[in-house]
């Protein structure tokens, strides 16, 4: 709780000085981030390679001098029945410095099984029948990456919102997208490994959707922007 409290301080001082302002950004210490210069693999849906999301990326390589190699394939999630699931994506990848499992929205809106937070760990034996869940897949995501280089760093973003129904904005409706978000949420907290939580925090709602949604799931090249702002925050400060 300790480090959620901090990470959000360090957001609301960055936004409320204009930290990405043109007159401001060049006396950021964006240089002494952990991050800077690092190599970047990226395995997501749709939302994590469309090329409007290059708005948000291009942040991360102008700030903070990544290089991104993007594995990402639109349809996919972490459920192994659900496009070319993330688990393959992760399977192909090399050594890189940084890992981003970017959650898409595929894994809810086609119904795939939430599972718990056990699903394929040592707490059922690695069990094969499991990966079937979002938990299952993300559990083999970070399991394999870690196979793949020891000395990984991984950050997780959570889903965004998608406006194809309630389910998929509202977080408190009954068996909605928050569900799988806090499942992402609950793995990344046994595991250790830092969260962005774009649901809550992208700022999207069914006030502005028209000016960050060029559908009821992706966002624009503005609405991208926004992203980027929130995830070189998150990138730059760990």
């Given amino acids: 709780m300790r480090g959620t409290i901090n990470y959000l301080v360090i957001l609301l001082s960055l936004f ?52 991104i190699t993007d594995y990402g394939v639109p349809g996919a999630g972490f459920s192994s029945l659900q496009g070319k699931s993330l688990q393959q994506q992760v399977n192909e990848a090399g050594i890189f ?69 309630r389910g998929g904005y509202d977080p408190f409706y009954e068996n909605g997208m928050n569900q799988y978000v806090q499942m992402q949420k609950k793995i990344c907290e046994l595991h250790g490994i ?16 028209q000016l960050y949604y060029h559908d009821a799931i992706h966002m624009n090249t503005m609405g991208y922007k926004k992203l980027g702002e929130l995830q070189v925050s998150f990138l730059a400060f760990l």
Avoid at 16 to 45: H, M, R
């Fill in 16 to 67: 409320s000085s204009s930290v990405f302002s043109q007159n401001k950004i060049e006396t950021l210490p964006f240089k002494e981030s952990i991050n800077y210069c690092k190599s970047v693999a990226v395995f997501g849906g749709s939302v994590s390679v469309i090329p409007a999301s290059n708005s948000a990326k291009n942040m991360w390589k102008e700030y903070l001098g990544m290089t």
């Fill in 97 to 165: 410095d940084i890992y981003i499992l970017w959650a898409s929205t595929n894994d809810y809106t086609n119904h795939r099984e939430v599972g718990s937070y056990t699903d394929y760990t040592e707490f059922d034996g690695y069990d094969k029948n499991k990966l079937t869940t979002q938990a299952g897949g993300i559990n083999y995501c970070i399991k394999k990456i870690y196979e793949i280089n020891p000395h990984a760093v991984i950050y997780f973003f959570t889903s965004s919102k998608a406006f194809t129904d």
């Fill in 194 to 209: 830092p969260v962005l939580d774009q649901f809550s925090l992208g700022g999207y709602n069914i006030y502005n959707k």
